[in-house]
């Protein structure tokens, strides 16, 4: 018969596979939604101003800092990958999130950016592009890698 640190030990054990697997689904839906917020303002930039209604349960500007929030970089955070500066996996995560190619100047207006920032976010495009997190289908014109055609 087991002692009872053994019973202890034993139960520890799957309570904690019990928690990897859940944070593993957490950070599956995690992701999902992040990719929702994303496309639905990539869409609504696409679309152009008019098209922006108000969001259940919140407006963009709180869909943005959540997005930013949660996207890769410093500190422990959903899965292994670069640590990247919170500016360029704001960025990715806009690409990433888009089914269709985007322009620095639509990444921007996804992210609330001043006009004043196109140029920046060109480079930091560039700089994915040659790192191979984006691919750039024709000079300034940015997809994820898996949706390159």
Not at 16 to 28: D, F, H, N, T
Not at 64 to 84: A, D, I
Not at 119 to 143: H, T
């Amino acid at each position: 018969m087991p002692s009872l640190l053994e019973a202890l030990e034993a139960r520890e054990v799957e309570v904690r596979g019990r928690l990897e697997e859940l944070a593993g689904q957490v950070a599956v839906a995690q992701t999902e939604l992040d990719r929702l917020v994303i496309t639905r303002e990539t869409v609504q930039a696409l679309l152009g101003p008019g098209s922006a209604g108000s969001r259940p349960g919140g407006d963009d500007r709180s869909a943005r800092m959540s997005v930013r929030r949660l996207s890769p970089g410093p500190g422990p955070g959903p899965g292994p990958g670069p640590v990247l500066p919170e500016a360029v996996a704001a960025a990715l995560g806009v690409i990433e999130g888009s089914d269709v190619p985007l322009r620095a100047r639509e990444v921007c207006e996804v992210l609330g950016e001043r006009d004043a920032a196109v140029q920046a976010m060109r480079n930091r495009l560039g700089r994915l592009a040659k790192s191979g997190l984006v691919v750039a289908l024709e000079p300034g014109l940015y997809v994820a890698p898996g949706r390159a055609r």
